[in-house]
């Protein structure tokens, strides 16, 4: 998934409720490494697909999201 998938709908930060815009950060360990997130333009939280599943959240292909439940269960 990438975050043009994340970011089809317009998406609030969790934080602070913040508009989330698309942006693209490097590897630090010096390999060239192309990472694309979700940053905040409010706090600066920085979201990718990892931190959402790790939250419970999944986006459908469709870019709506939906919240996973421990269970399976989604709503």
């Known amino acids: 998934m990438t975050t043009e998938q994340m970011g089809s709908e317009?998406?609030?930060c969790q934080r602070c409720?913040?508009?989330?815009v698309r942006d693209s950060?490097?590897?630090l360990e010096g390999q060239f490494h192309l990472l694309e997130v979700l940053r905040c333009?409010?706090?600066g939280e920085t979201v990718d697909t990892t931190i959402l599943r790790a939250r419970?959240?999944?986006?459908n292909r469709s870019g709506?999201?939906?919240?996973?439940?421990?269970?399976?269960?989604?709503?």
């Open 64 to 75: 709506k999201k939906e919240l996973q439940f421990a269970s399976g269960h989604v709503n």
């Open 41 to 43: 333009l409010n706090c």
């Open 10 to 12: 317009m998406m609030k």
């Open 56 to 59: 419970g959240i999944e986006i």
């Open 25 to 27: 950060i490097y590897n």
């Open 17 to 20: 409720n913040g508009l989330l």
